[in-house]
């Protein structure tokens, strides 16, 4: 029952979607249209045969039966009923869309277009002026050996500025970073009640971006998430292991500060030379609910006036040791156990389970050569992950590997803030960049798909996009409504494709028109708009292929389609 009402969810919810995209992009077709005083017959809120209809002065309004697109029929379109336009009637011809100048022509068409990109940037304007949750400059995580490492840039430092720029919002931050690689850059940097400069500069690298391949940018190895202060205990000979600490313990609080985070673990110990109070929560961070125990402990840490670092102390992050094996894993049957320190996989040492899970997920079905320190003494073991299936971001089936083994790991979530305008005219200017960035991004996913850089299989129809609805309004609904957003400048950018049947297509007729002055040849018409007809048509199949084999993956392989 629980799955037939979400279905009934996703179908509401897009449903919504789709309504108010295609209203808007028609009601741009039929406001510049009326303004140009051509007779629009019928204004329809999707296709098929008419659920409903109501004729108010010359138009007549519809909903048709299939819950996916919509159009207005003008006086004058070409649609067979007048073989010869030369044939109609004077009272026609002067209501007719094919008998205005081509500048109006082009205007109706270009208005559906234009009205999904108002739709947008006005979406994304009251959202700055209601409160948009921004992701802050707070450094949640450092990569070590990485560029910000070794300038010095630590968990808990807040960027204020780069090169005398003020800089809050951790995406104009990454940016700056991306743009500039090799570049020695000035970060003004709040730390604690300490402001400091640091010099940093951005190696080149390879990132993933939002079409998850990889391209080259600026890199400094900084994060905005960051880790919850889990301990991890390097050995029993150490102050942390002496004083009490085990492996797996939460640290609440130091000194009676509280502590939210791994950084400020570091930063606590490392404000004084000690002795430390330490309260730590113990046995609530087990995998399993019933397995969950929590008990606070309290110990003392002794003073270690020459520590530099929490090494020191015995401790580091928890994220690399293992906090439970699962049964008849290859980790299980490689002999890898609960409480076991990854040292290195393959020869190299990962900075954290991010790049060790990553290297183990490139790999089914290989032998790797994995080292990890049990009781204070290191040993190497081979192990084969084994090849599991798993959905990508775009529901796809791919291929990784597994060994079948849980870390003591859990992230803190970056520092948020509701970025707000009172100011219209900022909150306008943001939308304005807003709409921008993403129709750059859409441009980009269309231009990557030509190239092939993106694969055909990421194409997705009305079953993905009724998914990604369904889950953006289970999220709320400042989520869906910038779903909405999106989706109309998708629509907007794709309808302007110079492809025949689309309004790009037309356009680009205008304008082959404006160059010869007159109008392009009723065969040539035809031809163009069968081949534009045959197009869509192949994109409309490929999308449902898609979104079909999305449910039964099998379907590529038993057809041999799109790498299969």
Same mark, same amino acid.
């Given at each position: 029952?629980?799955?037939? !009402?979400?279905?009934?969810?996703? !179908?509401?919810?897009?449903?919504?979607?789709?309504?108010?995209? =295609?209203?808007?992009?028609?009601?741009?077709?039929?406001?510049?249209?009326?303004?140009?005083?051509?007779?629009?017959?019928?204004?329809?809120?999707?296709?098929?045969? *008419?659920?409903?209809?109501? $004729?108010?002065?010359?138009?007549?309004?519809?909903?048709?039966?299939?819950?996916?697109?919509?159009? =207005?029929?003008?006086?004058?379109?070409?649609?067979?009923?007048?073989?010869?336009?030369?044939?109609?009637?004077?009272?026609?011809?002067?209501?007719?869309?094919?008998?205005?100048? !081509?500048?109006?022509?082009?205007?109706?068409?270009?208005?559906?277009?234009?009205?999904?990109? =108002?739709?947008?940037?006005?979406?994304?304007?009251?959202?700055?002026?209601?409160?948009?949750?921004?992701?802050?400059? +707070?450094?949640?995580?450092?990569?070590?050996?990485?560029?910000?490492?070794? &300038?010095?840039?630590?968990?808990?430092?807040?960027?204020?500025?780069?090169?005398?720029?003020?800089?809050?919002?951790?995406?104009?931050?990454?940016?700056?970073?991306?743009?500039? *690689?090799?570049?020695?850059?000035?970060?003004?940097?709040?730390?604690? %009640?300490?402001?400091?400069?640091?010099?940093?500069?951005?190696?080149?690298?390879? $990132?993933?971006?939002?079409?998850?391949?990889?391209?080259?940018?600026?890199?400094?190895? =900084?994060?905005? %998430?960051?880790?919850?202060?889990?301990?991890?205990?390097?050995?029993?000979?150490?102050?942390?292991?002496?004083? #009490?600490?085990?492996?797996?313990?939460?640290? $609440?609080?130091?000194? #009676?500060?509280?502590?939210?985070?791994?950084?400020?673990? /570091?930063?606590?110990? +490392?404000?004084?030379?000690?002795?430390?109070?330490?309260?730590? /929560?113990?046995?609530?961070?087990?995998?399993?609910?019933?397995?969950?125990?929590?008990t606070d402990v309290e110990l003392t840490l002794p003073a270690l006036p020459s520590a530099t670092g929490i090494q020191d102390y015995g401790l580091e992050r928890a994220d690399l040791y293992v906090l439970e094996v699962v049964e008849g894993s290859p980790a299980e049957k490689a002999g890898l156990r609960a409480g076991d320190r990854f040292v290195t996989l393959n020869g190299e040492a990962p900075s954290g389970w991010e790049e060790?899970?990553?290297?183990?997920?490139?790999?089914?079905?290989?032998? +790797?050569?994995?080292?990890?320190?049990?009781?204070?003494?290191?040993?190497?073991?081979?192990?084969?992950?084994?090849?599991?299936?798993?959905?990508? !971001?775009?529901?796809?089936?791919?291929?990784?590997?597994?060994?079948?083994?849980?870390?003591?790991?859990?992230?803190?979530?970056?520092?948020?803030?509701?970025?707000?305008?009172?100011?219209?005219?900022?909150?306008?200017?943001?939308?304005?960049?807003?709409?921008?960035?993403?129709?750059?991004?859409?441009?980009?996913?269309?231009?990557?798909?030509?190239?092939?850089?993106?694969?055909?299989?990421?194409?997705?129809?009305?079953?993905?996009?009724?998914? +990604?609805?369904?889950?953006?309004?289970?999220?709320?609904?400042?989520?869906?409504?910038?779903?909405?957003?999106?989706?109309?400048?998708?629509?907007?950018?794709?309808?302007?494709? *110079?492809?025949?049947?689309?309004?790009? #297509?037309?356009?680009?007729?205008? &304008?082959?028109?404006?160059?010869?002055?007159? *109008?392009?040849?009723?065969?040539?018409?035809?031809? &163009?708009?069968?081949?534009?007809?045959?197009?869509?048509?192949?994109?409309?199949?490929?999308?449902?292929?898609?979104?079909?084999?999305?449910?039964?993956?099998?379907?590529?392989?038993?057809?041999?389609?799109?790498?299969?």
């Amino acid at each position: 029952m629980s799955d037939v !009402l979400m279905i009934f969810q996703k !179908l509401f919810f897009f449903v919504m979607l789709i309504s108010v995209v =295609v209203i808007v992009h028609e009601w741009g077709h039929f406001i510049v249209a009326r303004l140009c005083g051509v007779r629009v017959e019928a204004f329809s809120l999707f296709f098929g045969k *008419p659920l409903y209809k109501k $004729k108010r002065g010359d138009t007549e309004w519809r909903i048709g039966t299939i819950p996916f697109g919509g159009y =207005v029929k003008m006086v004058g379109q070409a649609d067979g009923k007048h073989e010869n336009y030369d044939e109609m009637t004077d009272e026609e011809k002067s209501v007719s869309f094919a008998h205005k100048p !081509l500048a109006q022509r082009a205007a109706i068409v270009a208005a559906g277009p234009a009205m999904n990109f =108002v739709l947008a940037f006005v979406i994304f304007s009251i959202m700055f002026m209601v409160g948009y949750p921004t992701t802050t400059t +707070l450094i949640g995580d450092v990569t070590r050996d990485g560029a910000a490492w070794e &300038a010095g840039l630590r968990p808990g430092d807040r960027v204020t500025a780069i090169d005398g720029d003020k800089v809050w919002r951790w995406d104009d931050m990454a940016s700056i970073v991306e743009e500039n *690689p090799e570049k020695a850059m000035d970060f003004t940097v709040q730390r604690g %009640d300490e402001t400091r400069h640091v010099t940093v500069t951005p190696r080149l690298g390879l $990132k993933k971006n939002i079409f998850q391949f990889e391209e080259n940018a600026g890199l400094i190895g =900084v994060s905005p %998430d960051g880790f919850r202060p889990i301990a991890g205990v390097t050995g029993p000979q150490t102050a942390a292991a002496q004083a #009490g600490l085990k492996t797996g313990d939460l640290f $609440k609080s130091i000194d #009676g500060k509280p502590v939210h985070a791994f950084a400020d673990v /570091e930063r606590e110990l +490392l404000a004084s030379p000690g002795p430390h109070k330490v309260t730590v /929560e113990r046995g609530g961070l087990a995998r399993r609910e019933a397995d969950r125990q929590p008990t606070d402990v309290e110990l003392t840490l002794p003073a270690l006036p020459s520590a530099t670092g929490i090494q020191d102390y015995g401790l580091e992050r928890a994220d690399l040791y293992v906090l439970e094996v699962v049964e008849g894993s290859p980790a299980e049957k490689a002999g890898l156990r609960a409480g076991d320190r990854f040292v290195t996989l393959n020869g190299e040492a990962p900075s954290g389970w991010e790049e060790f899970s990553g290297i183990v997920r490139q790999h089914p079905g290989e032998e +790797l050569s994995v080292v990890v320190r049990r009781d204070g003494e290191t040993r190497t073991i081979g192990v084969t992950p084994e090849a599991a299936q798993e959905k990508d !971001l775009l529901g796809e089936t791919v291929e990784v590997g597994r060994l079948g083994v849980y870390p003591w790991i859990s992230y803190s979530n970056p520092e948020m803030v509701n970025e707000r305008h009172l100011n219209p005219f900022v909150a306008v200017w943001r939308g304005v960049e807003l709409t921008g960035y993403w129709t750059v991004m859409t441009l980009k996913g269309f231009v990557y798909l030509f190239t092939g850089d993106v694969s055909v299989k990421s194409l997705g129809g009305p079953i993905l996009i009724a998914d +990604l609805a369904g889950k953006t309004a289970a999220s709320g609904a400042f989520s869906f409504v910038m779903f909405i957003a999106i989706i109309s400048l998708n629509l907007a950018i794709l309808n302007l494709m *110079p492809i025949p049947v689309l309004d790009g #297509g037309h356009l680009a007729m205008f &304008a082959v028109e404006g160059v010869i002055r007159r *109008p392009l040849s009723e065969a040539s018409q035809r031809v &163009a708009t069968n081949l534009g007809m045959a197009i869509v048509l192949c994109l409309v199949a490929a999308t449902f292929f898609n979104d079909i084999a999305r449910v039964f993956p099998g379907l590529r392989t038993l057809f041999g389609l799109f790498g299969g």
